[in-house]
């Protein structure tokens, strides 16, 4: 049972390309998370899906899209990167029920460096 | 709205002694409250929630937090310190009355470094 398992772990982007990072969890759970981690501001929530086949913004979604291919992967889409979004991205995933636990599962996360 | 507010950025504690790391919330209706330890270069790992019931949690690795209802405060605390307890501690809230609303609102983080 692997958890919420995060690719890649490191990555370094010139401003103005593109990449996906990739989530996936294996615990049957409804509902996935991307945050970003930046240093004094805590967790900030970019986009979730509370169940396959939705998706709905977060706190900071300006820059990102996200898929939720099925109910086990959830991937992050940066079109056009900035240096802003040098960051530390991570995957979550929580399961609605029954029973609902509310509780968050993490990935690893992934150190993106945009240059 | 909900939000979580941990006053302190840095708390440091001897080892032996007892910690406390506070956070307070603002919610309009009723909390989920939860607590997330990080070590470095990893994911959030879960302590301990509030759910409903106990306003003292016992959670993981001697760890427990008290709701306290009146102020609006869940502090997290140990009797006795580890310095393998030294990481950055999240508090998050849910607002369970806001039908619909799956999202936790996590503080900026307290870093807790215990010194040998």
């Known amino acids: 049972n692997a958890g919420v398992t995060q690719t890649p772990k490191f990555q370094v982007l010139k401003t103005g390309q593109s990449m996906t990072l990739q989530c996936a969890q294996d615990m049957n759970h409804n509902s996935m998370y991307w945050y970003r981690q930046d240093p004094g501001m805590g967790l900030r929530l970019i986009y979730y899906s509370a169940s396959e086949g939705t998706t709905d913004k977060g706190e900071v979604p300006n820059g990102y899209n996200v898929s939720r291919l099925n109910k086990r992967e959830f991937s992050l889409r940066l079109e056009s990167a900035a240096p802003s979004q040098t960051s530390v991205y991570f995957c979550?995933?929580?399961?609605?029920?029954?029973?609902?636990?509310?509780?968050?599962?993490f990935g690893p996360g992934t150190r993106l460096t945009v240059l | 709205a909900q939000s979580v507010a941990q006053p302190e950025d840095q708390v440091n504690v001897a080892e032996g002694n007892p910690l406390t790391v506070k956070c307070t919330y603002s919610v309009s209706g009723n909390p989920y409250l939860f607590w997330y330890v990080q070590y470095p270069n990893r994911g959030l790992q879960f302590l301990l929630k509030y759910i409903t019931g106990d306003n003292l949690v016992k959670g993981s690795y001697g760890f427990e937090a008290e709701f306290n209802k009146s102020q609006t405060s869940f502090h997290l605390k140990k009797p006795s310190a580890l310095v393998s307890d030294s990481a950055l501690y999240f508090c998050?809230?849910?607002?369970?009355?806001?039908?619909?609303?799956?999202?936790?609102?996590f503080g900026t983080g307290t870093r807790l470094t215990i010194i040998p």
């Open positions: 979550a995933s929580s399961a609605l029920g029954p029973p609902r636990t509310d509780t968050q599962y």
């Open positions: 998050a809230v849910r607002d369970i009355s806001n039908f619909g609303n799956e999202k936790l609102t």
